[in-house]
């Protein structure tokens, strides 16, 4: 490009311009927000509006040099133009508001004539909760008022809502014909009187779930649910011969605890592996089995509960190191498992929030200590982890791997959860679909981490695949060898045989999932037991056995975060 040299009278002319109305070329950058990709999965909401342009026009040596200045620019998420939201949309409706331009001044949110209250998130967006969405037409106005003497503007969106009606959740396939077994669809049909399968009728059971017996040759499954008012939601599933393949990108990961990271030398080995191109993946741990947060967290829970006292990292710098190095950051939440808020809420008269023995007169005694389990039953216990996952996702985490996300190991008839209506492991569904939902206008993917044995007990524990896997992008069983008992899938002694039993219990996780969308990525064994020594060579056997198995990489998982470098593939040939 050809430069341009100013007098010193048009040099004082632009300083002049630069003051009223901001260097533009430098302040875009920080002004503007990044454009985020769509989720790649569930469609998101996201709509950027440009409110106002202007163009600067400045006289130099007899040329007009114009640019197209963009003074004010707004992105807001949550709704589109038009859009209609069913009852599910409407349990915990959000809208973000991202002003930005060097000419953006105040914001209001107004949703049917009425202002909203917003508050900030870690991302700098304004987040609006309404309360006051009506039944059929609505309208929300969000407007920006100018600064430097330009003009306000503003934004409408019109949308309707229609709560009436059940609503289907399935996966969009399923495979037939796997040999020696029945094909059966799994689902869940919320506010449904009955529902119907190419026609027949199909029995709902306790929670909404219902199991469809799928003929020999059929192609595809006709769902008809209806209400008590007989209003009716219909998808259609495909039978597939072959499922899609999901889509999730390649993985080689470890995890490493927050007290991990804030130790130099453990998080030094970490990032020498993500250097020498072994590991595309780090697990950092947003909360652990403790309770605590990692970091000094701005959900109001976290706060008030003291689970933030004692950070270890700061996300955003963290972060930005890793993805530095070209490596995604995944951000584990251990769920129900939470010994600060069990003991807050015991403390604090809240047992509604806690997993109570049988009796229901104190917390459930278990392996984990007194007041250790957290209700899956509970609103705010539910909430307090998609919080903690949105805004992890607003500090730049890439992925929300859930963990715990299960009820308590043993008999169910020894455990009160106040308020559960429906079994455990909808339960779990549904608060697993409602992070989807959470995080359905942001590109960050939601796994969720099960035990080995949910694939053939779901009920022991709550975690029920089939009815896991539509909403979520990936499933990460914890197969490790030294947890499946003598003679599981046909091992003698899994934890000396760790390829043959990784291969075998991967197989039943990657039937279930099949059509759903999901991807399995399973957590392998890099840390010894009492009787056997684990190193390079055990990793190296799981490594390729679930590469055999076709899943989509894998975790490490060590607690001391110490992990065998020799054994992790060099690329993915070397796998």
Known sequence: MARVQTTGRQTEMIRQMRNLYGDASRRERSYYAPARRTHRRRPGRRGTIVL???????GIGGVVVAKTIEWVDVTVTGVDEGQVLRRFDVEGFTIRVAPSGPAAGDVRVELNGEEVATTTNAAGELVARPDNLAEGPNELVVTVDGRYVLGGTEVRRTFTVNTAGPVLSVPRQIISSVPGRVTVLRGLADNAVSLSANGSPVELEPGGQFRVFVPQATTAIELEALDVKGNPDRVTVAVMDEPDAPEHPHTVGVHISAEGWADPALREDVL??????RINVVQLDIKDESGQVGYDSDVAMADEIGAT?????????????LHGL???????????????????AWDNGRPELVVLSGSGSSPLANDYGTAAFTSVANDEVRQYQIDLAVEAVGYGFDEILYDYVRRPEG????????GLDVPPEVAVARFVESTSRALDDTEAELGISVFGVAATKPEDIGQDIGLLAPFVDYVSPMVYPSHWGSGQYGVDDPVRQPGAIVERSLADFHRLVAGSGAAVVPWLQDFSTADVAYGGPEVRAQIKAAWRTGSSGFILWNSGSVYHEEALPRDRADG
């Open 52 to 58: 106002v342009g202007a163009v600067a026009a400045l």
């Open 272 to 277: 020498e592996m993500a250097r020498a191109g």
């Open 309 to 321: 006292n004692g950070a270890f990292y700061d996300p955003e710098q963290a972060i930005d190191e």
């Open 326 to 344: 070209g490596v995604r950051v995944v951000g584990r939440i251990v769920c129900f498992l939470d010994p600060v808020l069990a003991k807050w």
């Open 411 to 418: 008999d169910l008839s020894e455990m009160t959860f106040t």
